[in-house]
């Protein structure tokens, strides 16, 4: 059974981190991209950060550049975003995506193919 899971997320203060993570079962994320995007109450599901299977390529959103960070670990099939200065708008569900190749574009929620099904990330104090 091909899926994606994420975990990690929670409530943390302004200015605080957090790591997510997205470990896959039934495939292997060897030959596939990983984007995380997030949805945020009331508004559209953004792309933010790309990486290919390779990890030579990374895209990021310019709201999450500079303060997070993607990587893999291969040994355990699983992705990372690690989260620093955290802001209240990072406020969202955060989903981790999946698909063979690499994406033209990598932010594009069209571009994949496999979804987990979202982890609330709550930045508050």
């Known amino acids: 059974q091909v899926q994606l899971v994420e975990s990690g997320g929670g409530l943390v203060q302004p200015g605080g981190s957090l790591r997510l993570t997205c470990t896959a079962s039934g495939f292997t994320l060897d030959y596939h991209a990983v984007g995380w995007f997030r949805q945020a109450p009331g508004k559209e599901r953004e792309g933010i950060v790309c990486r290919s299977s390779s990890g030579r390529s990374t895209k990021y959103a310019d709201s999450v550049k500079g303060r997070f960070t993607i990587s893999r670990d291969s040994t355990k099939n699983s992705v990372y975003l690690q989260m620093n200065s955290l802001k209240p708008e990072d406020t969202a569900v955060y989903y981790c995506?999946?698909?063979?190749?690499?994406?033209?574009?990598?932010?594009?929620?069209?571009?994949?193919?496999?979804w987990g099904q979202g982890t609330q990330v709550t930045v508050s104090s």
């Open positions: 995506a999946a698909v063979w190749g690499m994406p033209l574009n990598g932010l594009e929620i069209n571009e994949y193919t496999y």
